[in-house]
């Protein structure tokens, strides 16, 4: 990445120290519109974003990476979100013949076997259809939030992506998990249905378990592997 650009970048995130979540989401929406993506997993933070995007400009697309082994609740947050803001989330899903090819060769549950199984899974299931979905775009925006496991400490709200050069946008980069959940009762924001049955991290069905309480947030996720592997390559910088 070019100099002048990381100096911008380092202009936008002193910019907006201090700013809120919607006056940040105004300023990209509005700079960069056409150009401008956000992915959501249907996660309680994505909520909270796709709330404030479509009362800040409703013809902003938000797109959601179906993997084939979602959760039956999360397609139904996908239906209740669309009619509740009048909104058309897209549906992107993966090549058929890579998957079809991989669980020839490896099963329907690789996964659970290695690691390389894992991300080979994510990279056909997740990370091919999100560079199809990002293609031509110059931002786009996520609802990570620093405090939500070891590998999202160092995040910043408005950062280079290497992997999709790109600019990525972190609008609720400082927020908690009280404040997420603060404002989707204010706000009466429909969400995952699972987040009350203990699933605080939402994912695919066979890679993600309720937690017990006081385990960390994510530890539902790929439960199997180390805290610092658990990234599906999405946001891996
Ligand atoms: Fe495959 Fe699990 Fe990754 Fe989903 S989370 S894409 S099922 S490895």
Not at 15 to 40: D, M, V
Not at 75 to 87: F, G, L, S
Not at 178 to 188: C, D, P, S
Not at 209 to 229: K, M, S, T, Y
Request: glycine share 6%.
């Amino acid at each position: 990445m070019e100099q002048k650009a990381k100096e911008s970048l380092n202009e936008l995130n002193k910019r907006f120290q201090r700013a809120s979540s919607p006056e940040i989401l105004a300023y990209f929406l509005t700079n960069f519109k056409g150009n401008i993506a956000f992915a959501s997993s249907m996660g309680a933070e994505d909520q909270v974003l796709t709330e404030m995007i479509a009362s800040i400009d409703k013809e902003t697309r938000i797109f959601t990476l179906d993997t084939g082994r979602m959760f039956p609740e999360t397609y139904e947050a996908i239906d209740r979100t669309n009619a509740r803001y009048k909104i058309n989330i897209d549906v992107m899903f993966p090549e058929q013949q890579q998957v079809e090819e991989m669980v020839k060769q490896k099963g329907i549950n690789l996964f659970y076997e290695s690691i390389g199984n894992r991300k080979q899974c994510c990279h056909i299931r997740k990370m091919v259809p999100l560079k199809r979905a990002l293609h031509g775009l110059d931002v786009w925006i996520s609802g990570l939030r620093r405090s939500q496991s070891v590998t999202r400490e160092e995040l910043e709200l408005v950062e280079w992506d290497d992997n999709n050069g790109m600019i990525k946008l972190n609008p609720l980069i400082d927020w908690t998990e009280e404040q997420v959940w603060a404002y989707i009762e204010e706000k009466n924001i429909p969400y995952n249905k699972l987040h009350d049955q203990g699933f605080p991290s939402i994912g695919c069905q066979p890679c993600t378990r309720a937690i017990q309480e006081g385990e960390d947030v994510r530890a539902g996720r790929w439960w199997w592997e180390n805290p610092e592997h658990k990234e599906c390559g999405l946001h891996v910088k």
